[in-house]
């Protein structure tokens, strides 16, 4: 099997990777300056409550997510992924970089407020159609080693949170203003325009060009001679957010919990983060040659136990490193595979639709209520490897998903 990738299949990799990256940097910098941005738009005598505020306009962006989906993939499915790929990286960066300017409270009143939850509403819709788009989209171009070319694109979208990382370190060193969210947000925003001027150079993919039948609404036609599939696709997904929301997002929360300093929490978290990007790219590769079914299966099974020593060490505080870099190992197989594979369970008139469907319908409830969950367990069963368990059971449906959709 050939794996060499041409310029311009690197080309279409790369671009279609952008918006990912630029979502995972707008969840990080939003969640690092959400003092800053309660401030000037929800003030409150209580500061706690204008952080509220602000963590609520980022959770509103997120729910509109599955809504975006929805109508970008309509049209991808209907007239072509490139046009619906330009307009909604045009959306997120016009959002993203009018955030950065909007006027204050103070400045506007309640108006200033009223303009930022909208531009936060549009960015949530374009990003709900980002990382499918970059899915289907570079599924149908790099059809040699799909596995191996969506395995690079969930690198380059980790990539996004190393940016963040970064203006934050930055920017700290530079100033301490409560205006320096502005000046994170207006990177992001420029990074986003130059991404819509480099995109316009993309080309339709053949398979696209070369169906012939086109659904009136690509949605209901899935639903209807595709619903078996779509909810396989949905446990399958479920299984990679719950990964992805508790050995990734939650964990640094956890550790904060059991007495880790930020620094011990940062310093473990972005080595792993870096290893578990990486990893992504490889199992995707190693997918192309034993088939993604395998890959999945075998690294999810692999990651149940290791899971549960990786909590164990925290609690324990011994060998956390250690049973965070193996964990990182393993089940950056999954995450490297699942989104090719996702994306073959389509056939091409719906599957943009298809993937946008699962993927954000699952992040949005297991992603989001994930970290929730494990920590209720917690506190009900009084017993703090609950968020192993948790990922037990879902890793569990994400097998059953995968076996039962294999072809």
């Known amino acids: 099997m050939n794996i060499q990738l041409s310029r311009t299949q690197w080309k279409i990799i790369s671009l279609s990777s952008l918006g990912g990256a630029l979502e995972f940097y707008d969840f990080i910098i939003f969640a690092i300056f959400a003092a800053n941005i309660g401030a000037a738009f929800f003030p409150a005598t209580n500061p706690f409550t204008a952080t509220l505020s602000a963590f609520a306009a980022f959770a509103i962006g997120y729910l509109v997510r599955p809504i975006g989906g929805i109508l970008f993939s309509h049209f ?55 990382i499918p788009g970059a ?87 899935l639903i209807r001679h595709q619903f078996k599939k779509v909810f396989l696709g949905f446990l399958i997904v479920a299984c990679q957010a719950t990964l992805i929301s508790l050995l990734y997002l939650y964990v640094a929360s956890f550790m904060k919990l059991h007495d880790y300093s930020i620094e011990q929490t940062a310093w473990i978290s972005g080595i792993n983060l870096a290893i578990f990007s990486l990893g992504c790219a490889f199992w995707g590769w190693v997918s192309d040659y034993i088939g993604a079914a395998k890959v999945m299966i075998w690294g999810i099974l692999l990651s149940i136990p290791l899971t ?20 990182s190992c393993v089940c950056s197989t999954y995450t490297g595979s699942f989104s090719a594979y996702l994306a073959s369970l ?17 992040f949005a409830i297991f992603g989001g209520l994930t970290p929730f969950l494990a920590t209720y367990l917690i506190k009900v069963f009084d017993h703090p490897l609950m968020p192993a368990y948790v990922f037990l059971c879902v890793s569990l449906l994400g097998i059953i998903g995968i076996i039962k959709s294999r072809h």
């Not at 549960?308 to 964990?327: D, E, G, P, R």
């Open 135 to 221: 899915i289907t989209f570079v599924k149908e171009h790099v059809n040699t080693c799909p596995g191996f070319a969506c395995g690079i694109v969930f690198l380059f979208i980790n990539a996004g949170i190393f940016l963040a990382d970064l203006a934050y370190g930055v920017l700290n060193k530079v100033t301490t203003a409560d205006y320096a969210w502005r000046i994170a947000f207006f990177i992001g925003g420029i990074l986003a325009i130059l991404s819509y001027f480099l995109r316009r150079t993309l080309h339709e993919s053949q398979e696209f060009n070369q169906a012939t039948q086109r659904y009136t609404v690509p949605l209901f036609a």
């Open 76 to 130: 991808g499915d209907r007239y072509g992924r490139k046009n619906v790929f330009i307009i909604s990286m045009s959306i997120m960066a016009s959002a993203t970089f009018l955030m950065s300017i909007t006027p204050n409270y103070h400045s506007w009143g309640i108006t200033a407020t009223i303009i930022f939850m909208l531009l936060r509403l549009g960015q949530g819709m374009a990003i709900g159609g980002e």
């Open 308 to 327: 549960f020593w990786f909590y164990h060490a925290i609690l324990t505080h011994q060998n956390v490193m250690l049973a965070y870099v193996i964990l």
């Open 346 to 362: 389509f056939p091409v008139n719906v599957r943009f639709s298809g993937v946008a469907f699962t993927y954000n319908l699952g």
